[in-house]
């Protein structure tokens, strides 16, 4: 492939995932706009670099999905798991429901998913349905409903730090 | 849809604008990336050779092997020696250090490196070195040697070859081929450990490769 045709499938590439890479910059860098512009870019550079060992063992959305959590990962030392999460204070059961959720919370205990259940999550805040999931991610959608359920009750939890 | 999945649903306005509004930040050309990837091409390239010697050993060596670039930025008794080409070198000893031996400080800044460069040769007094003190950047190598104001050569990756020879005046003696370097090994800075070399070890090992180095790709 000349280098010519590389940038082609590359802007083609960028172009048609600019979404995913995005949300990716918003999970991670929510709070800090300049952190997220280079979180962009660092991402996008590693798409070029690794573009050609894409093997299309998975969908390229979810390859891409991966190859930007694991950067932004790299990039921010972000710790991705943690046994234990104590969000916005320990609040009694009772008032974590009535308490106003906040959204701060939410983002760090989505940080905290494993990179195919963040793909999932971001997708259904955005309102995709599960048929379009399905389609980009190559799984069923009695599957991902199975799942989001599960990472539903996970994001619960988390967030009353439980 | 469960109440359990309900859950989310409190958020989704709030996530939804987050998004938006990032997207709109994040609307970096598809130009904008492609001279990220062009400078990260350049780097990825690039082989610099940085050997620290006293300035007189600086230009004596680059008298001796004819290499043309050269700068200073380690500091006043311990300028720094470039010379740059995008090639490696093959069974020359040079080392490569790790990104946490590298030191920047010792570097200067930039405006210093450009200071030194500029001064060291004027105060040797070599025409000729003088004419070949130039600090190098990825551009020069291309464009032109011997612009009005060139960007000093900074190290920007760990993967650099390193070549610190410390036992200066031998080195010079050594390159002017006025002294058998005795042959021992020698550690400065932590950063590499070299093997001061015999004449025709130190021709083979370091002046021959330098050479080749300074002079392909132009």
């Known amino acids: 492939m000349s280098e010519k045709e590389k940038y082609k499938r590359y802007d083609q590439l960028i172009t048609r995932n600019k979404g995913l890479i995005v949300k990716v910059c918003q999970i991670y860098c929510r709070q800090d706009r300049e952190q997220a512009r280079d979180l962009y870019q660092d991402i996008a550079l590693e798409l070029w670099t690794h573009m050609d060992s894409f093997k299309k063992e998975s ?74 999931i399905a389609l980009r991610t190559g799984q069923s959608e009695g599957a991902l409903r199975v799942r989001y359920s599960r990472i539903v009750k996970q994001l619960r939890q988390m967030m009353k730090g439980k | 849809m469960t109440e359990e999945t309900n ?72 300028p720094v020696l470039v010379a740059e080409s995008r090639t490696t070198i093959p069974g020359s000893g040079i080392n490569t250090p790790t990104a946490t031996s590298w030191q920047p400080s010792q570097e200067g800044t930039a405006a210093s490196q450009r200071a030194k460069a500029r001064t060291i040769p004027q105060a040797m ?50 390159a002017m081929g006025e002294k058998k370097a005795p042959a021992r090994e020698v550690e400065t800075n932590g950063l590499v450990k070299i093997v001061q070399p015999s004449r025709n070890t130190f021709r083979e090992a370091i002046v021959e490769p330098l050479l080749a180095l300074a002079t392909s790709d132009m």
């Open chain 2, 125 to 174: 007094g070599s025409k000729s070195a003088a004419m070949d003190v130039t600090p190098m950047t990825e551009e020069d190598s291309s464009v032109d040697e011997h612009r009005a104001d060139p960007k000093p050569t900074m190290p920007a990756e760990s993967a650099m070859p390193v070549i610190d020879a410390n036992a200066i005046e031998t080195t010079r003696l050594v």
């Open chain 1, 59 to 132: 969908s390229e959305a979810t390859w891409i999905w991966h190859l930007a959590v694991n950067t932004a990962i790299d990039k921010l030392r972000v710790t991705q798991r943690r046994p234990v999460l104590v969000l916005g204070g320990q609040l009694p059961e009772q008032d974590a429901e009535e308490h106003p959720r906040r959204i701060d919370d939410l983002y760090e205990a989505i940080a905290h998913l494993s990179v195919d259940d963040q793909e999932l999550v971001a997708a259904r805040l955005d309102d995709y349905s599960y048929q379009e």
């Open chain 2, 7 to 78: 859950f989310l649903d409190d958020y989704k306005q709030q996530w939804q604008q987050d998004g938006k509004e990032l997207e709109r930040f994040l609307d970096i050309p598809l130009a904008t990336l492609h001279e990220n990837i062009a400078r990260h091409e350049r780097q990825r390239h690039r082989r610099v050779v940085w050997v620290s010697l006293s300035a007189a050993a600086c230009l004596a060596f680059a008298v001796t092997t004819g290499i043309r670039y050269l700068t200073s930025g380690a500091g006043d008794s311990d």
